[in-house]
């Protein structure tokens, strides 16, 4: 099942890809609301 590897890789890839992006963005609006 090597296809099912390379899937399973992929989604894991834009998944982490996305919590990373998304922590980064929820921490910057934070910040900024933080000094207004």
């Known amino acids: 099942m ?3 590897t390379i899937v399973f890789a ?3 890839t834009v998944g982490l ?3 990373f ?3 980064v ?3 910057l609006r ?3 609301q933080k000094h207004k």
Request: net charge negative; aromatic share 34%; proline share 0%.
């Open 2 to 4: 090597y296809m099912d």
């Open 10 to 12: 992929g989604f894991g």
């Open 17 to 19: 890809m996305i919590a």
């Open 21 to 23: 992006f998304g922590g």
């Open 25 to 27: 963005y929820y921490f």
């Open 30 to 32: 934070k910040d900024a």
